[in-house]
Protein backbone atom coordinates (compact mmCIF):
# COMPACT_ATOMS: atom_id res chain seq x y z
CA UNK A 1 0.00 0.00 0.00
CA UNK A 2 1.03 3.44 -0.70
CA UNK A 3 1.82 6.17 2.06
CA UNK A 4 2.81 9.38 1.88
CA UNK A 5 3.65 11.16 4.36
CA UNK A 6 4.21 14.82 5.05
CA UNK A 7 5.88 16.79 7.84
CA UNK A 8 7.69 19.83 8.42
CA UNK A 9 4.09 22.35 9.11
CA UNK A 10 3.28 24.78 11.99
CA UNK A 11 3.18 28.49 12.91
CA UNK A 12 5.13 31.07 11.64
CA UNK A 13 5.00 35.47 11.02
CA UNK A 14 4.38 36.62 7.74
CA UNK A 15 7.26 36.75 5.64
CA UNK A 16 9.09 33.91 7.56
CA UNK A 17 9.96 30.47 6.44
CA UNK A 18 9.11 26.84 6.61
CA UNK A 19 10.10 23.57 5.14
CA UNK A 20 7.58 20.63 4.33
CA UNK A 21 8.78 17.21 3.39
CA UNK A 22 6.80 14.56 2.30
CA UNK A 23 7.94 10.87 2.10
CA UNK A 24 7.12 7.92 -0.16
CA UNK A 25 6.70 4.21 1.41
CA UNK A 26 7.20 3.00 -2.56
CA UNK A 27 10.94 3.25 -3.88
CA UNK A 28 9.08 2.77 -7.43
CA UNK A 29 7.25 6.48 -6.51
CA UNK A 30 11.42 7.73 -7.39
CA UNK A 31 10.08 7.07 -11.14
CA UNK A 32 6.95 9.02 -10.65
CA UNK A 33 6.61 13.31 -10.40
CA UNK A 34 5.11 14.45 -7.25
CA UNK A 35 3.16 17.68 -6.33
CA UNK A 36 2.00 19.36 -3.59
CA UNK A 37 -1.59 21.11 -3.24
CA UNK A 38 -2.62 23.42 -0.27
CA UNK A 39 -6.28 23.67 1.10
CA UNK A 40 -7.32 27.07 2.68
CA UNK A 41 -10.14 27.00 5.00
CA UNK A 42 -13.81 27.51 3.24
CA UNK A 43 -11.95 26.87 -0.34
CA UNK A 44 -11.07 24.25 -2.95
CA UNK A 45 -7.98 22.31 -2.77
CA UNK A 46 -5.62 24.20 -5.19
CA UNK A 47 -2.38 23.40 -6.77
CA UNK A 48 0.70 24.70 -5.43
CA UNK A 49 4.20 23.11 -7.00
CA UNK A 50 5.44 19.39 -8.98
CA UNK A 51 8.62 18.02 -9.55
CA UNK A 52 9.14 15.36 -12.72
CA UNK A 53 10.89 12.09 -11.43
CA UNK A 54 14.47 13.45 -12.34
CA UNK A 55 14.15 16.66 -10.39
CA UNK A 56 15.32 18.73 -12.86
CA UNK A 57 11.48 19.86 -14.58
CA UNK A 58 9.53 21.97 -11.64
CA UNK A 59 6.45 23.42 -11.83
CA UNK A 60 4.79 26.24 -9.79
CA UNK A 61 1.62 27.67 -9.47
CA UNK A 62 1.65 31.84 -9.94
CA UNK A 63 0.76 32.65 -6.16
CA UNK A 64 4.28 31.14 -4.89
CA UNK A 65 6.72 30.99 -8.32
CA UNK A 66 9.83 33.08 -6.86
CA UNK A 67 8.63 32.36 -2.96
CA UNK A 68 8.72 28.23 -2.85
CA UNK A 69 11.29 25.93 -4.13
CA UNK A 70 10.62 22.07 -4.64
CA UNK A 71 13.01 19.28 -4.74
CA UNK A 72 13.67 15.74 -4.57
CA UNK A 73 16.24 13.93 -2.30
CA UNK A 74 18.42 11.55 -4.63
CA UNK A 75 16.69 8.27 -4.03
CA UNK A 76 13.45 10.28 -5.50
CA UNK A 77 11.50 9.00 -2.74
CA UNK A 78 11.21 12.13 -0.60
CA UNK A 79 9.97 15.29 -1.96
CA UNK A 80 10.66 18.96 0.12
CA UNK A 81 8.82 22.15 -0.31
CA UNK A 82 11.13 24.93 0.98
CA UNK A 83 8.51 28.11 1.55
CA UNK A 84 10.28 31.50 1.81
CA UNK A 85 8.81 34.86 2.21
CA UNK A 86 5.28 33.25 3.66
CA UNK A 87 2.33 35.43 3.29
CA UNK A 88 -1.46 34.89 5.69
CA UNK A 89 -2.81 33.84 2.25
CA UNK A 90 -0.49 30.67 2.31
CA UNK A 91 -2.38 29.60 5.30
CA UNK A 92 -3.63 26.23 4.36
CA UNK A 93 -3.43 22.28 4.70
CA UNK A 94 -0.63 21.30 2.23
CA UNK A 95 -0.93 17.88 1.19
CA UNK A 96 1.63 15.16 -0.99
CA UNK A 97 0.45 14.03 -4.07
CA UNK A 98 1.59 11.19 -6.69
CA UNK A 99 0.52 8.18 -8.81
CA UNK A 100 -0.27 10.38 -12.40
CA UNK A 101 0.51 8.63 -15.54
CA UNK A 102 3.37 10.51 -16.28
CA UNK A 103 6.71 10.60 -14.82
CA UNK A 104 6.88 14.35 -16.02
CA UNK A 105 5.28 17.38 -14.60
CA UNK A 106 2.76 17.20 -17.62
CA UNK A 107 -0.31 15.97 -15.99
CA UNK A 108 0.01 18.62 -13.24
CA UNK A 109 0.20 21.38 -15.48
CA UNK A 110 -2.75 19.93 -17.77
CA UNK A 111 -4.65 20.53 -14.21
CA UNK A 112 -4.45 16.67 -13.36
CA UNK A 113 -3.87 14.94 -9.91
CA UNK A 114 -2.44 11.56 -9.00
CA UNK A 115 -4.33 8.83 -7.11
CA UNK A 116 -2.22 9.35 -4.04
CA UNK A 117 -2.76 12.24 -1.02
CA UNK A 118 -0.67 12.46 2.34
CA UNK A 119 -2.47 12.84 5.17
CA UNK A 120 -1.70 16.98 5.13
CA UNK A 121 0.47 19.10 7.29
CA UNK A 122 -1.09 22.26 8.36
CA UNK A 123 0.52 25.71 7.69
CA UNK A 124 -0.50 28.84 9.46
CA UNK A 125 1.20 31.94 8.62
CA UNK A 126 0.70 34.95 10.99
CA UNK A 127 0.25 38.91 10.15
Known amino acids: QVRLVESGGGLVQSGGSLRLSCAAS????????MGWFRQAPGKEREFVAA????????YYSDSVKGRFTISRNRTGTTVNLEMNSLKPEDTGVYYC????????????????????WGQGTQVTVSS
Open 97 to 116: NTGTRSSRISDYQAGGVGRY
Open 26 to 33: VRTFSTHA
Open 51 to 58: IDWSGSSK
